[in-house]
């Protein structure tokens, strides 16, 4: 096996490395599987029938030699290089992730460190681990914009800097045929599954302690919540699938930990149809 271990904002690996920077990931493959004959997601979405994304599955390419790339760095890292192996047909690429921040990857996907390696009990996995633990398959979840989320992305009024404000998200939410919301939410989640059907998403409380009235009554986490027509309503339950659909006027718009520049006003996020082959 070829272990690549990946130290991200340490020497001249940045923190988000990009395509340049993982460019010697290509020479790799190449040395390993000069010709790959397996149909890319394109290939395989343009095609007559598009195969139901059930319980995630192994790779079907056979390498010379396995390849593990270990990324070691926060979440952020994690998802610049896998969106960089995503968009290189390289998802056949085993992956390793040792965090350096807490990791709601990690969380994701149960990735807890053995008995006799630091960080025991935590999630997220040692070195130790990332260069000797099974890969087991986990779906990949994507937007539309080709960037991999591999912990969570967070929708919610534009301009703040947690992870809701009460009443502040406006718009739509559904997950495949499912309406998460529709109207004013206070923030939304959407998060990565080990399984089938691949993701989930979740209305957010609004932040604690907001009082009103004269007695200064404490709020519930329903207040502030309103349909389209104005109507007031309680949190939904969160919802399972393969894709969330959101829109509306402007909302802000974070995947792992970074935040896009500009407001957006719709997004879709939605299973890959290859999956990631996680170390775990």
């Known amino acids: 096996m070829r272990i690549l271990v990946l130290r991200c904002g340490i020497g001249?690996?940045?923190?988000?490395?990009?395509?340049?920077?993982?460019?010697?990931?290509?020479?790799v493959a190449k040395q390993v599987l000069p010709h790959d004959d397996n149909p890319t997601p394109d290939e395989i979405a343009k095609g007559k029938e598009v195969p139901h994304l059930g319980a995630p599955r192994s790779a079907p390419q056979r390498p010379s030699e396995p390849v593990r790339v270990?990324?070691?760095?926060?979440?952020?890292?994690?998802?610049?290089?896998?969106t960089h192996l995503m968009r290189r047909n390289l998802l056949w690429f085993e992956v390793a992730h040792v965090p350096t921040a807490p990791?709601?990857?990690?969380?994701?996907?149960?990735?807890?460190?053995?008995?006799?390696?630091?960080?025991?009990?935590?999630?997220?996995?040692?070195?130790?681990?990332?260069?000797?633990?099974?890969?087991?398959?986990?779906?990949?979840?994507?937007?539309?914009?080709g960037q991999a989320i591999v912990g969570f992305a967070l929708l919610t009024e534009p301009g703040i800097e947690g992870t809701s404000s009460r009443g502040g998200l406006r718009g739509e939410v559904w997950v495949d045929s499912?309406?998460?919301?529709?109207?004013v939410s206070h923030g939304v989640q959407v998060r990565a599954l080990p399984d089938a059907p691949g993701l989930v998403a979740a209305e957010l409380p609004p932040p604690p302690g907001q009082r009103r009235g004269l007695f200064r009554t404490k709020l519930s986490d329903d207040d502030g919540l309103a349909d389209t027509a104005g109507n007031p309503r309680t949190l939904h339950e969160p919802l399972t699938g393969r894709?969330?659909?959101?829109?509306g006027p402007g909302f802000?718009?974070?995947?792992?930990?970074?935040?896009?520049?500009k407001p957006r006003e719709k997004t879709t996020i939605y299973r890959h149809l290859l999956d990631l082959q996680l170390v775990r």
Do not use: H
């Not at 070195?127 to 539309?144: F, Q």
């Not at 894709?243 to 829109?247: D, I, L, M, P, S």
């Open 70 to 82: 270990i990324v070691v760095g926060p979440d952020a890292s994690l998802a610049a290089v896998v």
């Open 178 to 183: 499912g309406e998460l919301f529709s109207g």
């Open 243 to 247: 894709a969330v659909q959101a829109g």
């Open 103 to 145: 990791s709601p990857a990690a969380r994701n996907w149960g990735l807890v460190g053995d008995s006799d390696s630091v960080g025991s009990g935590e999630f997220g996995l040692s070195m130790a681990d990332a260069e000797t633990r099974p890969v087991r398959p986990v779906p990949l979840i994507r937007d539309d914009t």
């Open 252 to 261: 802000r718009y974070v995947r792992d930990g970074v935040e896009t520049k």
């Open 12 to 27: 001249d690996m940045p923190l988000l490395p990009g395509r340049r920077d993982l460019a010697f990931l290509d020479d």
